[in-house]
């Protein structure tokens, strides 16, 4: 494609720096998103500005004054420390009237709330785990049509944030507590819904008005005991150490033709209900009858080159750099 000036937003804490060269494991692994977006648009002739945001939107008007991107790179995952408003930086660069890489804020309010993107697949029947919600301040009353197991959430947290095995509760003492460790540890109302024993896949969708999808990867624990749940924690998602004690590891998912089809089918229709473009990653659990359960949907899902959007992208064909520039032309088509 022809070369752009690319101004990429990001945490300040995260800005990488221009080489890996005395740089420890753990800093690599903090800002290696950052790092693998900024080094490959440069190795492929684009001129880029790494920009840290975090508090204020005067530095995005700055630089697009003084730099003139022809594009965002938006690697932005929370604003003013508060994950729910990451969609008002967008909705700036459109005010702006910059094209911007990743989801719209229409789609970006959709899936954030994970209550409320279930209600809309649910409508349009998708099938969903049972759910409810429980907001701070309130006292906590378990539905009679929710059933345990159960495992409970942040409404509006990513990254599995506050998920570990005492997540999940079979007991209405659990639940209160658990509900209360949501409430004051992270800050946030919390989500309760009907645990699915079973695989857990992850779809990445890639479009704006044509979509595809890559084939489905999966989350295996591999040293976890036949009786013991998967969880999907953030220790398991994030913690490198953990995961080589664990056996844990994000690989192609093993389907049949027909389930494979299915997964990519109803991620595109959950896709086109939320509302998103750009990229997305649809989260699901399949269980022993070969249902698959919605989950949650993240739009702009961590891509580094070796998270599992880029592998999923890799396995269908398209290298690393390759991915990277078809986000920047979805963004520069997208229109404000």
């Excluded at 790179?73 to 929370?78: D, K, P, S, V």
């Excluded at 570990?164 to 460790?181: G, H």
């Excluded at 005991?225 to 994030?238: C, G, M, N, Q, W």
Aim: contains cysteine; aromatic residues 8%.
């Amino acid at each position: 494609m022809k070369k752009q000036r690319v101004l990429a937003l990001m945490h300040p804490q995260l800005v990488p720096p221009d080489s890996l060269e005395g740089q420890s494991d753990k800093d690599i692994n903090r800002w290696k998103t950052e790092f693998d977006v900024v080094s490959h648009l440069r190795a492929c002739g684009h001129e880029v500005q790494p920009l840290g945001v975090q508090y204020e939107l005067a530095p995005v008007r700055d630089a697009v004054e003084q730099f003139a991107p022809q594009v965002v790179f938006n690697l932005l995952e929370e604003f003013h420390g508060e994950v729910v408003f990451d969609h008002n930086v967008v909705s700036y660069l459109e005010l702006l009237k910059i094209p911007y890489t990743g989801c719209n804020p229409r789609g970006m309010i959709l899936s954030r709330g994970k209550a409320l993107s279930k209600k809309l697949c649910a409508y349009h029947r998708i099938r969903v785990p049972e759910f409810a919600t429980f907001p701070m301040g309130r006292k906590v009353r378990r539905p009679s049509h929710l059933n345990y197991p159960l495992i409970v959430k942040s409404l509006i947290e990513h990254a599995s944030v506050g998920i570990a095995k005492a997540s999940v509760v079979d007991s209405d003492e659990k639940l209160a507590e658990r509900v209360r460790f949501v409430h004051e540890r992270i800050g946030t109302d919390a989500i309760a819904e009907q645990f699915i024993d079973g695989r857990e896949l992850y779809v990445s969708v890639m479009g704006n008005e044509r979509l595809v999808a890559f084939p489905a990867f999966e989350l295996v624990a591999e040293k976890r005991s036949a009786d013991e749940p998967l969880i999907a924690t953030a220790r398991a998602k994030h913690d490198l150490d953990y995961q080589e004690r664990h056996g844990i590891d994000i690989r192609p998912a093993e389907l049949l033709p027909d389930l494979a089809a299915e997964a990519a089918h109803v991620s595109k229709r959950i896709y086109r209900i939320l509302e998103l473009s750009g990229y997305a990653r649809l989260d699901f659990r399949l269980d022993a009858h070969g249902d698959l359960y919605f989950l949650e949907a993240n739009p702009n899902p961590e891509i580094a080159e070796r998270e599992e959007f880029a592998s999923s992208a890799r396995h269908a064909g398209v290298p690393y750099p390759d991915l990277l520039e078809r986000i920047l032309r979805l963004g520069l088509r997208q229109q404000a």
